[in-house]
């Protein structure tokens, strides 16, 4: 049975303050099994491809989905399942690394901001200016009272974005540190997985609690209005797409879009033999 309030049952309601440790990232209430969401998931994702393509054709709109998460909580997976079908064209996606030294010369948003999506476009960002006040909290690259200040930065910048026609949906994909573990020894165990295994990878999992912390100052601090966090218990794949692909819907069903009329009159249009 279809949950129509599963897009809000995992919103950060701005002003709330989060524990995450009371969070639990097996979460799949109200189902149980997979088998019970594979035809509310295919019948979303069939949503989405026509409420993309109607995003795209009316072109009043931009949609930016930001996506962050601890290695192996799935936020390729993700982006590759949810918009499984969806027209490329329209859906650019963005990974943002370690900052070249161009991007570094400037303020940590430059990148960021030129990677906005434009009308029309439904915009992934895989990884964000979120890594300004995670990673680089948790390495220390720039004095706390640098990266304090980021929070009230950040929020100003998506409100200016908002305010310019930009919808924000924000995912933190919320995996436990046991669950990291099996599938690290997954990708250790399978030669077809190596390429995935970094050894650099442990040495983050190995400040986990740091991260943790890191992640609850920023979405008790950035869950706003105008640009909120989900935070998605992502144990389990199937609940971690089903409920991701369900808000990117009720968003885009929010816009109440309409189909452009044609740019001519084609009454009495008549294709010759
Ligand atoms: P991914 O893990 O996203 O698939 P990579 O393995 O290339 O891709 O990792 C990208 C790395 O870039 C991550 O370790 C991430 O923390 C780092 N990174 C991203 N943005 C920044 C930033 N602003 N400052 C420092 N490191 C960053």
Redesign the pocket.
């Known amino acids: 049975m279809k949950d129509t309030a599963l897009h809000l049952r995992h919103l950060v309601k701005p002003g709330q303050k989060l524990h995450l440790k009371d969070v639990d990232p097996g979460d799949t209430a109200p189902y149980k099994h997979k088998d019970e969401v594979q035809e509310l998931l295919a019948d979303d994702k069939r949503d989405l491809v026509e409420l993309q393509e109607l995003l795209y054709a009316e072109g009043k709109h931009s949609v930016l989905v930001v996506l962050q998460a601890m ?1 192996t909580a799935g ?2 997976a993700t982006i590759q399942h949810v918009l499984s079908g969806v027209n490329p064209q329209g859906c650019p996606v963005t ?5 070249t030294a161009e ?1 570094i010369a400037h303020d ?1 948003l430059w990148r960021v901001h030129q990677a906005v999506p434009g009308k029309r476009m439904l915009g992934v960002f ?4 979120y ?2 006040v ?3 909290r948790v ?1 220390n ?1 720039v004095p706390k009272d640098v990266w304090s200040q980021r929070y009230a930065q950040i929020n100003a910048f998506e409100k200016h974005l908002t305010e310019n026609g930009v919808t924000i949906l924000k995912f933190f994909l919320h995996i436990s540190k046991d669950e990291q573990k099996k599938r690290l020894q997954a990708r250790l165990d399978d030669p077809q997985k190596h390429w995935k295994f ?1 050894v ?2 442990l040495k ?1 999992r190995a400040l986990w609690d740091q991260y943790m912390e890191a992640y609850e100052d920023a979405l008790n601090h950035t869950s706003t209005p105008w640009a909120p966090w989900y935070l998605i218990p992502a144990n389990r794949k199937w609940y971690r797409n089903l409920t991701v692909a369900r808000v990117i819907v009720e968003t885009l069903r929010g816009f109440k879009m309409k189909w452009p009329e044609p740019a001519d009159d084609l009454s009495g249009v008549v294709i010759e033999d």
């Open positions: 290695d936020k390729d990974s943002f690394k370690v900052p991007e940590y895989n990884r964000s200016h890594e300004d995670l990673v680089v390495h690259l970094a650099g990878d983050e």
